[in-house]
């Protein structure tokens, strides 16, 4: 599991990195602890990239994840593909399933329903809603990452719907879905979640529901640790610079936005949502396993997912 550091710090910021998202989530992935890459062409072979804090445009913000994506997939679903599955809905690397939680809605209600899940990385969630007799759309930014899920559309004998496109232009007319998902996708990654959340909004029909997962941002107040290094306050909660991995060039390779729990519910308000729960899922005793800084003793004290159900008003 690849390790964040940044200046000053033993270990970063947690984010999405080392999150296995409920699809995808997360929001993360590599499977070494080397920020090396194996794209060629995409960055020098040699250089560690730099960790650090500091603004990144929505554009530059695009542009680092999807290549962050793109070079990493292989190694993420390799890392995470037996805990996500080929058709589990899991909403965060606590493991919540939403066959139990039902936080779209009523299985059986799901039957003829369209879905868009935003950041879908493989379709995970996706194909999960398609066994249910829903009708998902699966979105991502990553060329590679959507190349997997054909691949296990193939293996599985399933034709999930794929799109590749960015989440802040979405291509598709206005009241197209009924309801809307990611886990752990898109929103850590963008600079402007507000802009995302109305492109959301925008292709939902009145009573429309979207419900995303993210890490919760109490996190970002605490070292990246899995062990009792990790419970103790290192940062600002408050600090909202983002954390941002560049090459040799100050090119940024990979970036990640902080919200707080505040800016989150007034993003969801300002987009014209209506939040209706935040979900804080508990560690259950099951899941005895460890990426990065998530572990069964910080996830038992400190909650490291929060999900936020919004509605678009209207019947």
């Not at 993420?76 to 936080?103: I, K």
């Not at 193939?154 to 197209?176: I, K, M, T, Y």
């Not at 809307?180 to 996708?185: K, N």
Request: aromatic fraction near 8%; include cysteine.
């Amino acid at each position: 599991m690849r390790e964040r550091r940044t200046p000053g710090t033993e270990r970063s910021i947690p984010g999405t990195r080392d999150v296995p998202r409920g699809r995808r989530t997360s929001q993360p992935p590599a499977a070494t602890s080397s920020a090396k890459t194996t794209t060629t062409g995409a960055m020098n072979q040699d250089h560690e990239p730099e960790a650090t804090r500091r603004d990144a445009s929505d554009t530059e913000s695009s542009r680092a994840n999807r290549g962050w994506w793109d070079r990493n997939a292989d190694d993420y679903q390799q890392e995470h593909g037996s805990f996500l599955g080929d058709d589990r809905f899991v909403w965060g690397p606590e493991g919540l399933d939403e066959a139990d939680a039902a936080l779209l809605g009523p299985a059986a209600e799901l039957k003829g329903r369209r879905v868009l899940e935003i950041g879908a990385g493989a379709a995970q969630c996706s194909r999960w809603l398609a066994t249910q007799g829903a009708l998902p759309v699966a979105l991502d930014l990553s060329h590679r990452q959507l190349q997997h899920a054909l691949r296990i559309n193939d293996d599985a004998g399933d034709a999930v719907e794929l799109v590749e496109a960015d989440a802040g232009a979405l291509p598709f007319r206005d009241g197209s879905f009924d309801l809307a998902c990611s886990a752990y996708g898109a929103l850590p990654f963008v600079a402007d979640p507000v802009h995302v959340l109305r492109e959301v909004r925008r292709v939902l029909r009145p009573g429309g529901r979207f419900v995303f997962s993210v890490t919760h941002p109490i996190r970002w107040a605490f070292p990246d640790e899995p062990g009792p290094e990790g419970l103790s306050v290192a940062a600002s909660y408050f600090d909202r610079t983002p954390y941002v991995e560049q090459d040799e060039n100050g090119r940024a390779v990979y970036v990640e936005h902080h919200r707080t729990v505040g800016d989150r519910v007034r993003d969801v308000v300002a987009a014209g949502f209506r939040l209706v729960d935040l979900v804080e899922p508990e560690w259950p005793e099951w899941n005895t396993q460890e990426w990065g800084g998530w572990s069964p003793l910080r996830g038992h004290l400190i909650p490291g997912t929060a999900i936020f159900v919004c509605e678009v008003d209207g019947a």
